[in-house]
Structures are given as C-alpha cells and as structure tokens.
C-alpha cells in the first residue's frame, strides 16, 4: 500500500557571501546522512524547532529566562551535592573522634598510660581542626569563583 502524498516543490537561495547563509550551507554539507536522508528532512526539522521555539516564547516571554535559571540551579545544586559528599566524611570523622576521646582518655587513664597519649590525641585533634578549617576555606573559595563565573 502505498502512502499517500501531497509535495510542494520549492527553492532555497543561499548566498554564500553572507554570513547566515554559508553557515547554513555549511550545516547542510556537513549534516548527518543516516539521520537526515535528504536536505529536505534537516529544514523541515530546522524550521519546525526554530519557528515552534519562537512562538513558545511568544506566548511565554519569560519561558526563556526560567529554562536559563533551571539550568544555572541545577549547576548550584549539583557543586552544593559534591561539595557535600566531600566534606561531610571529614565532619563525621571529626565528631566521631570528638565522641571518643572521654572513652579514651577513662581507658588510658585506667590503665596507668601516660598523659602523653591524651597530649597527643589533643594536639591531632586541633591538627584536624585546622586543616579542615584550611579545606572549608577552599570549598568556599571555590564556591565563590563558581558564583562570580555568571
């Protein structure tokens, strides 16, 4: 059975000494084949996303800004996501050593350790404290160059 068929023939003019329309042929020359059998199948396609785009905007003036401001939030959120995944195993750890120092402090204490031992804890906990004071300063750092890229 063969499909039925209503064909208007019609001619595109390009100017290659124009810049729009070199590009376009350019487009034209270098397009997929497997996808776009035909020059005819790339411009209908061509002309239906740019003249539907247009009146989608028309209809929705700020249809445009808001896809623009969903982007730029979906780039905020995924940097907030990783920034997160790094540093929270650092905070956990911390709160973890943090936890158990008492404990250990009772048991070095009871068993006739040294105060050195607490001495030392002591000092890579404030060791930690620094550097992750060094790393936060760094994620906000880089926040900020990430912020003042828009």
Do not use: H
Not at 26 to 48: G, I, P
Not at 78 to 103: H, Q, Y
Request: aromatic share 8%.
């Amino acid at each position: 059975m063969r499909k039925e068929r209503n064909i208007i023939n019609t001619n595109i003019r390009l100017n290659l000494c124009d810049e729009q329309d070199r590009q376009a042929w350019e487009y034209l020359q270098t397009m997929d084949r497997k996808k776009y059998k035909s020059y005819t199948k790339a411009v209908v396609v061509a002309l239906n996303d740019y003249f539907s785009r247009i009146y989608r905007n028309k209809a929705d003036p700020y249809l445009e800004t808001r896809e623009k401001e969903d982007a730029f939030l979906e780039r905020v959120e995924t940097a907030i996501r990783d920034g997160v995944k790094e540093s929270v195993p650092m905070a956990m750890a911390k709160n973890l050593v943090e936890m158990l120092a008492p404990f250990v402090r009772e048991s070095s204490c009871g068993n006739g350790l040294s105060d050195s031992i607490l001495t030392t804890e002591k000092s890579d906990v404030e060791v930690s404290e620094e550097s992750l004071d060094w790393e936060q300063e760094e994620d906000l750092d880089a926040a900020l160059d990430f912020a003042d890229s828009f």
